[in-house]
C-alpha cells in the first residue's frame, strides 16, 4: 500500500529539517552541505527561515497554484464554451464565430473584441 499524502509530506519535511540540521551540527558549512544534498544556498536559507518561523509545519510543500487569475475567461463564456464543445462537437473556430457573434468578448482593456 503507497504511503498516503501526509506520510510523504511528513517525510519530506523530516529530510529537510535534516539538511539544516546536517549543516549545523556536522559540516558547520552551509555551502558544502547544499552541494552533498544537491539543493541550492536559496532554497536552504528558505527552508531555514520558514522552520524558524513557522517550526516544522513550515518545511511541508506548499501549493503553488496562483492566489487570483485575473485575466482568467468568465465562468458564463467557459459554460457556452463546454457547451458548444459538447452538444454540437464545434471545434474552435466555429466556437469562436458563435461567440463572437452572439456576444462579444470583451478584451482584456475593456473593449469589445473584433469580430473575424
Not at 511528513?10 to 544534498?37: I, K, M, P
Request: with cysteine; glycine share 6%; charged share 20%.
Amino acid at each position: 500500500m503507497p504511503p498516503s499524502q501526509q506520510q510523504q509530506q511528513d517525510r519530506q519535511a523530516q529530510r529537510r529539517l535534516a539538511v539544516l540540521r546536517h549543516a549545523e551540527e556536522v559540516t558547520g558549512n552551509v555551502s558544502l552541505t547544499c552541494r552533498y544534498y544537491g539543493i541550492s544556498r536559496n532554497c536552504f536559507y528558505k527552508w531555514q527561515r520558514r522552520c524558524q518561523d513557522e517550526g516544522i509545519e513550515g518545511l511541508r510543500d506548499r501549493s503553488s497554484a496562483p492566489h487570483h487569475s485575473p485575466n482568467a475567461t468568465a465562468a458564463d463564456i467557459v459554460n457556452k464554451i463546454v457547451y458548444l464543445r459538447q452538444n454540437y462537437h464545434f471545434g474552435p473556430m466555429k466556437i469562436q464565430m458563435n461567440t463572437c457573434r452572439c456576444r462579444p468578448i470583451p478584451s482584456p482593456d475593456g473593449r469589445a473584441a473584433a469580430a473575424p
